[in-house]
């Protein structure tokens, strides 16, 4: 099993729920983030003073896979996550040792 973390743009969160769904991934989990990478910020005017916004507001999709459906899911974010501009976002993929579903007590695979 693998975990997959994405960092991408608000507006993108709904095709990339969507996405997933079509590819028969289900159960995600979302967190709205805050961060910076290459374009570390950017400025805003608010009432004729520029100021500086440090960290850009962003949505962090968490997935657990099975390492069969790595590469569907990759693919399908980045699909549905890219616009060709700076601050798109990054995807981590990394293994999930385990997963219980708390409810029924299932692990590994069937707990997904």
């Known amino acids: 099993m693998k975990k997959i973390e994405a960092i991408i743009r608000h507006f993108k969160l ?9 590819k028969g991934i289900t159960g995600m ?6 961060g910076f990478g290459r374009q570390k910020g950017h400025t805003e005017m608010y009432r ?7 960290f ?3 949505v962090k999709v ?3 896979v099975e390492d069969s459906k790595i590469q569907v899911a990759v693919d399908a974010i980045v699909k ?14 990394s293994d999930l040792s385990e997963a219980v579903r708390i409810r029924t007590g299932e692990t590994g ?4």
Request: hydrophobic fraction near 40%.
């Open 29 to 34: 989990t979302i967190t709205e983030v805050r």
């Open 48 to 54: 004729g003073t520029e100021y500086r916004v440090d």
């Open 62 to 64: 968490e997935v657990a």
């Open 80 to 93: 549905a996550a890219q616009t060709g501009q700076i601050g798109d976002g990054k995807i981590f993929v």
């Open 14 to 22: 709904e095709d990339v729920k969507n996405a997933l769904i079509e």
């Open 109 to 112: 695979g069937d707990a997904i």
């Open 56 to 58: 850009v507001p962003k």
